[in-house]
């Protein structure tokens, strides 16, 4: 079940985030609710709608680059890289979901600015 739900996630959230297509990717991946985590976006399939607008009128260039999948059950973890999204030099992000019955319902996030300079040698991803 973990793989299947690892494509799911992965196509919905290419669908709905980088080619703007909420209806799709809800139709397709999403169960009848949708309980949204992040504080800035409200809950269900609107709140998504309008993240992507959002995106779209004032990042237009900004993409997600899907860097790692990991999966457990029913929840899956993307490591992603955002470019022209909020920061300079991109994103860090840690998007967390659950699914029930194979359908994404639920979302969690954590973003981090890549810095400038680093301490260390190791990129963020």
């Known amino acids: 079940m973990s793989e299947e739900n690892k ?22 991946y999403a169960g009848k609710s949708y ?15 309008k993240f992507a607008a959002w995106i779209r009128e004032n990042r237009p260039k900004a993409r997600a680059e899907i860097k790692r999948v990991f999966g457990d059950g029913d929840y899956v973890i993307l490591h992603v890289f955002w470019s022209g999204l909020f920061g300079e030099r991109g994103e860090a992000v840690v ?30 991803f």
Not at 35 to 49: A, I, T
Not at 114 to 123: D, F, G, H, L
């Open 7 to 28: 494509k799911t996630v992965v196509a919905f959230y290419l669908k709905a985030l980088n080619d703007g297509d909420v209806d799709g990717a809800f139709r397709l």
């Open 35 to 49: 309980k949204q985590h992040n504080p800035l976006v409200e809950d269900g399939e609107e709140g998504v709608r």
């Open 95 to 124: 998007d967390i979901f659950r699914l029930d019955g194979g359908k994404v319902v639920e979302h969690w996030d954590v973003i981090q600015a890549i810095p400038e300079t680093a301490v260390n040698k190791n990129t963020m």
